[in-house]
C-alpha cells in the first residue's frame, strides 16, 4: 500500500511541478536594488551560503521568492534527484528535509538552517537593509 501512495504522490508532484515553475517565474518580485559596492559586498557574503531544495517544493518557493526579493545570489542545491546533494544533506545536515541553507561561517564551521521561516527570518536579519537589527531566527541553526 505504501508504495502505491508514494507512486500517487510522486506522480501529482511530477503534474504540478511546470505549473509551479511557470507560476514562480510569472510572479518573481522585484529584487531590492543596493549600490554597487554594497551589492558586491553582498554577493562576497552569499558565497558562504547554498540553499539545498527541490525544485517544485513550496517551501523551497517561499525561501527563493525571499532570496529574490533581496537581490541574493545564492548557490541552489538540488537535493531531490539520488546524488551528492542529497546525501550530503541528509549525512551532514542531519536529516533529508528542504529547504535548508547551509551557512559557512568565517572560522570554517557549518551551520544547517532547517525550516522556511527561519530561513527566512536569517537572511532579513543580515540582509535587509531596511531590518538590519532583526532578533534572532526561532530555530537557530544546527552544527
Ligand atoms: N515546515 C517545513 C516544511 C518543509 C517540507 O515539508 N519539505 C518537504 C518538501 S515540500 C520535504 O523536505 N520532504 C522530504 C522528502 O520529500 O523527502 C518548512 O517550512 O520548511
Known amino acids: 500500500m505504501r508504495p ?3 507512486t500517487f504522490f510522486r506522480g ?3 503534474i504540478l511541478t511546470p505549473f509551479m515553475l511557470i507560476g514562480e517565474r510569472l510572479s518573481r518580485p522585484r529584487g531590492i536594488e543596493r549600490d554597487p559596492a554594497d551589492q558586491a559586498r553582498v554577493d562576497e557574503q552569499t558565497q558562504a551560503l547554498a540553499l539545498y531544495h527541490f525544485p517544485a517544493c513550496p517551501f523551497c518557493i517561499k525561501a527563493r521568492r525571499a532570496m529574490q526579493r533581496l537581490s541574493l545570489d545564492i548557490e541552489l542545491r538540488n537535493a531531490q ?3 551528492p546533494w542529497r546525501e550530503e544533506l541528509q549525512n551532514e545536515g542531519g536529516r533529508l528535509q528542504v529547504p535548508c541553507l547551509r551557512v559557512e561561517e568565517e572560522d570554517g564551521s ?3 538552517l532547517y525550516e522556511s521561516d527561519a ?3 536569517y537572511l532579513h536579519s543580515r540582509f535587509d537593509p531596511e531590518q ?3 532578533a534572532a531566527p526561532d530555530s537557530a541553526p544546527r552544527s
Open 110 to 112: 557549518v551551520q544547517w
Open 12 to 14: 501529482v508532484r511530477l
Open 119 to 121: 530561513i527566512i527570518h
Open 4 to 6: 502505491l501512495i508514494r
Open 132 to 134: 538590519p537589527e532583526a
Open 81 to 83: 534527484p539520488a546524488g
